[in-house]
């Protein structure tokens, strides 16, 4: 029986992924599961599972974290990381240093993932320059590169945008709304997540729950009030620029 534990922080996504498992890998056995970085660490050092099919983005360390912390204690463990768009580390897994999953979760992409993994070897522990390499490529390591592609959602379908394309981003609890010339569609990532990753002197933060692409503004203009109102080429409403952001539209 093969052990394996999953780390992420969206409860949905380990259920189905749990579900799926059992479908596809019924050789497979989930002794434990993980909602954040930290609790990863903790779980992995302890039941030192033959998998780990880890979340890039979580809360307290990030999956990368938690994989070069896997490769400097030695365990001998294969991963799977689990990732929303990641366009750089996507690029490096498909070079074949270690397997991705791709949300939402597509299970003949799994049973793919399952094959690669029963025909692989463990043969090193955790693919420590592998992992190194991943790090510096999105940024949690050495330096930092930013997104250059997103993929967003519209129902059950996956749409590829570049961020010159963005509009602007919308805070929606835990997700974003992604708005762009061609509608609007969802990020399974947070507005903080996405300033962290995106290049911040594109896109700035006009309001807690918004983030806007500087190429699209058309201009800012204050009514009545003294309220900073922010006009996009392509979006009839205005946005709204919070006090503490007026700064950033002051003449010089």
């Known amino acids: 029986m093969t052990t394996v534990i999953i780390a992420d922080d969206e ?8 579900k799926a498992l059992a479908e596809v890998w019924p050789e497979a056995e989930v002794i434990a599961q993980a909602a954040n970085g930290d ?13 780990v099919f880890l979340d890039i983005h979580m809360p307290g360390l990030s999956g990368l974290e938690v994989a070069l912390h896997m490769s400097q204690a030695d365990f001998q463990c294969q991963i799977v990381f689990l990732t929303a768009f990641d366009e750089y580390a996507i690029q490096a897994f498909d070079r074949g240093a270690v397997d991705y999953l791709l949300k939402p979760l597509d299970e003949k992409r799994l049973a793919q993932t399952v094959q690669r993994i029963e025909e692989r ?6 693919q420590s320059p592998e992992v190194e390499m ?15 592609w997103l993929n967003a959602q ?9 961020v010159d394309d963005v509009l602007y981003l919308r805070a929606e609890d835990k ?16 507005i903080k997540q996405l300033e962290e990753q995106l290049d ?37 409403k205005p ?4 006090r503490a952001k007026q700064h950033l539209f002051k003449a010089h």
Request: aromatic share 6%.
């Open 11 to 18: 409860p949905l996504l380990r259920f189905h992924l749990q």
């Open 39 to 51: 609790e990863a660490w903790s779980l992995i050092a302890q039941l030192k599972p033959d998998v």
């Open 121 to 126: 070897h463990i043969e090193k522990p955790a």
């Open 134 to 148: 991943l790090l510096d490529l999105v940024g949690a390591h050495r330096g930092h590169q930013h997104l250059t």
């Open 154 to 162: 519209k129902g059950e379908a996956i749409k590829v945008v570049h």
């Open 175 to 190: 997700y974003t709304t992604l708005v762009s010339a061609e509608g609007e569609f969802l990020l399974r990532l947070s």
């Open 200 to 236: 911040s002197t594109i896109f700035w933060r006009i309001h807690r729950s918004t983030l806007v692409n500087i190429k699209h503004v058309d201009r800012v203009e204050k009514n009545l009030s003294g309220q900073c109102l922010l006009y996009l080429r392509d979006v009839k």
């Open 239 to 242: 946005l709204m620029v919070s």
